[in-house]
């Protein structure tokens, strides 16, 4: 049976302040990981650039890269404003100096 609502990933890619950073790396990864604490989060990727063939279509420019999958839109509306998630960017948002957010449904 087909859900009504179609998964929803969440891709977020971030440039630190410190680019480069080994230990802000670290850092940053470690307070992505407490999002999976979050109930509407379903899977949480953290990723790094990968050391692919350099391509004009490839940007590996970001440090750190997370991957979270929904059930619903609802679901990460919900996320959006969970206090798990509001205390993740109070902790780590000044690790970053930029941040893109990729949002597609199947």
């Not at 440039?15 to 379903?42: C, F, H, M, P």
Request: proline share 4%; charged share 25%.
């Amino acid at each position: 049976m087909k859900s009504k609502n179609p998964p929803l990933a969440h891709h977020v890619f971030f440039w630190l302040k410190n680019n480069g950073s080994e230990s802000d790396r670290k850092l940053l990864a470690t307070g992505i990981q407490t999002l999976n604490q979050i109930e509407e989060v379903k899977d949480l990727h953290i990723g790094l650039p990968a050391s692919t063939e350099k391509r004009d279509v490839v940007d590996n420019s970001y440090d750190v890269c997370e991957l979270i999958f929904f059930d619903s839109t609802e679901d990460q509306n919900t996320y959006q404003t969970h206090p798990i998630h509001q205390e993740f960017i109070k902790n780590y948002g000044h690790l970053w100096s930029r941040v893109v957010v990729y949002d597609s449904i199947q």
